[in-house]
C-alpha cells in the first residue's frame, strides 16, 4: 500500500496524520484523494470505518494550504454528531497551521453560529437545515460563500432524499455553481440517487465526475470478523432479555451500543438500565443538544459502558472501542441495519452484532438477510429461565419506576409540544408538516 506522500499530500498534512497515527491511506482514500486533487468531482462509496473523512478533508487541506480564501469548503452531513465528529478531526489535522473551523448544527445558539460564519472561516461543518436557515434569515453575512472551492455531502444517500431536498437546496443557491467548485459526495451506500450523479452533464472545460464504489450496494460486505446473532424475544420481555445479555458472562464488561427505533425507547431503556447499575447513557433527538454531546463523550472515555440511540448514532460515528452491538429494535430499512452493525467491527477489530427478534419482526429479517448476503446464527446462551431467574422481577420494577419518573417530569408532554410546535411552523409557512427523518438534525 503506498504512503499518504506518495499519493500527493504535503509534509505537514503527512507529519499531522501520523501525529493521530493514521499511517497509510486506506483503499478510498488511496483511491481518491489523487483524483480529487486532480481537480474531478467524485462520489466516493465504501463501508463505514473505511477512513471516508480523510478521503476528503486531506485534498482540501492540501488545496487550502496552497491558496487560503475566505470560506474554502462547506461539508454537509445529515446529523449534528456526525458534523461534531468532523470538525473535531479538521481541527486536529489543522492543528499546527491555523486552521479555522466553524460548527454550524441545531441546538446551539444561532446567533453565536451566525457570527462565526461572519468572520469567514476556512471550512464549515453543518447541518443543511442550520445553515439554510442562517443563509435565508442573513444574506449579507454569507457573502464569503461566493468563493467555496468545495463542497462535500458526507452520508450522500440520506442528504439526497427528499427529507433534506429543501434545505440542501437553501444551502446550495449561495455557493458557486458547480462549474466553478468541486463536489465531493462520500457515503457507505451508494444508492441509485448517488450513483446517477455520474452521469450528470459536464461543462466545458470541468473533469468528469468520477465514481469509486469500493463496496457496491448490491454486493455489500458485512466485515468476516463481525459475528452476527439473533434472540428471539417474546415482546413482554423485552427489557429482562436486554438486561440479561447486558450483564452476561460473554458482554458484562463489553462496550455496547442498543439501538431501538423511537425516543421514548431510548429515554426508557437508559432509566432501567441506570436503575440496574448499569453505566449507561443515550442518544436520541429529544434530548437537548449539550445533553447529546455530552452523552457521546461519556461513552467515548468510557465513563459509560453502554449507549442507548436511535438512528442518530447509526452512521458515521467512530467510536472504536465498541464490542457489541444489540437491535433492541429491528430497523425498517436493511441499509439502517448495515449502518448500525457497522459500529462494531471497525478498523479489523472482531465484533458481535445481535438481534432481538420477536414475532412482528419475521418480515424485516427476511429482508435484512436478503439484503446482506448472510444468515444471522441463533444465540443460545441465554435461556428463559435465565431471563427470569436474573432479570424479570427487577426490569419489572424499574419499567415502573422509569415510566412514572418521565410522567412526572413530563417528557411524553415534551414530545408531544415538540411535534405541535413543528406542525404550527409548518403551517406558518403554508406547507404541509413534514413527517420525515429530518427533525432529527
Keep these: ?18 501525529a493521530m497515527r493514521i499511517i497509510k491511506p486506506t483503499s478510498i482514500q488511496a483511491a481518491t484523494i489523487p483524483e480529487i486533487l486532480n481537480g474531478r468531482d467524485c462520489i466516493g462509496g465504501a463501508k463505514t470505518g473505511s477512513g471516508k473523512t480523510i478521503a476528503f478533508a486531506a485534498p482540501m487541506l492540501t488545496q487550502w494550504a496552497v491558496d487560503p480564501c475566505g470560506v474554502f469548503g462547506i461539508v454537509l452531513t445529515p446529523t449534528r454528531e456526525l458534523a461534531m465528529q468532523i470538525a473535531d478531526q479538521f481541527a486536529a489535522l489543522g492543528a499546527n497551521v491555523n486552521l479555522k ?47 467555496v472551492k468545495y463542497l462535500v455531502l458526507d452520508e450522500a444517500d440520506r442528504l439526497l432524499t427528499d427529507s433534506f431536498g429543501e434545505d440542501l437546496a437553501g444551502c446550495l443557491k449561495a455557493i458557486p455553481d458547480p462549474t466553478k467548485r468541486q463536489t465531493l459526495l462520500f457515503t457507505a451506500t451508494v444508492t441509485d440517487s448517488v450513483r446517477t450523479l455520474k452521469d450528470k452533464p459536464v461543462a466545458e472545460g470541468k473533469l468528469p465526475v468520477l465514481l469509486h464504489e469500493l463496496d457496491k ?98 452512521r458515521g460515528l467512530d467510536i472504536p472501542t465498541v464490542q457489541l452491538v444489540i437491535n433492541y429494535d429491528i430497523p425498517r430499512d436493511p441499509d439502517d441495519f448495515i449502518h448500525r452493525v457497522g459500529r462494531t467491527a471497525r478498523a479489523e477489530r472482531k465484533g458481535d452484532a445481535i438481534s432481538f427478534i420477536t414475532p412482528n419482526d419475521l418480515t424485516r429479517i427476511l429482508a435484512i438477510e436478503e439484503r446482506i448476503g448472510r444468515k444471522m446464527e441463533e444465540y443460545k446462551k441465554i435461556t428463559d429461565n435465565q431471563v427470569i431467574k436474573n432479570s424479570l422481577k427487577a426490569t419489572s420494577k424499574a419499567k415502573v419506576e422509569a415510566r412514572m419518573d418521565m410522567d412526572r ?32 438534525n
Excluded at 441546538?107 to 453543518?126: C, H, L, R, W, Y
Design 1 to 18: 500500500m503506498s504512503s499518504f506522500k506518495a499519493i500527493g499530500l504535503p509534509d505537514w498534512l503527512c507529519n499531522a496524520l501520523h
Design 101 to 147: 473551523v466553524a460548527l454550524v448544527i441545531g441546538g446551539e445558539s444561532m446567533i453565536n453560529q451566525t457570527n462565526k460564519v461572519k468572520e469567514n472561516p476556512d471550512f464549515i461543518i453543518a447541518t443543511p437545515g442550520r445553515l439554510a436557515h442562517i443563509i435565508s434569515e442573513n444574506p449579507d453575512d454569507v457573502r464569503g460563500f461566493s468563493r
Design 217 to 314: 450496494i448490491d454486493d455489500v460486505v458485512i466485515p468476516d470478523k463481525l459475528s452476527l446473532g439473533f434472540i428471539l424475544t417474546p415482546f413482554m420481555v423485552k427489557e429482562a432479555m436486554l438486561h440479561n445479555l447486558l450483564t452476561s458472562e460473554d458482554y458484562g464488561d463489553s462496550s455496547s451500543i442498543v439501538f431501538v427505533n423511537r425516543s421514548e425507547t431510548a429515554e426508557t431503556l437508559r432509566r432501567i438500565l441506570r436503575k440496574l447499575e448499569v453505566r449507561v447513557t443515550s442518544l436520541h433527538s429529544q434530548l437537548p443538544q449539550q445533553e447529546r454531546t455530552n452523552s457521546l463523550q461519556r461513552f467515548r472515555a468510557g465513563a459509560a459502558r453502554v449507549l442507548v440511540t436511535t438512528d442518530l448514532g447509526s
Design 409 to 440: 417530569e413530563g417528557f411524553n408532554d415534551r414530545s408531544r409540544n415538540r411535534k405541535r410546535r413543528l406542525e404550527l411552523e409548518a403551517q406558518f409557512e403554508g406547507k404541509a408538516p413534514k413527517r420525515s427523518k429530518k427533525n432529527i
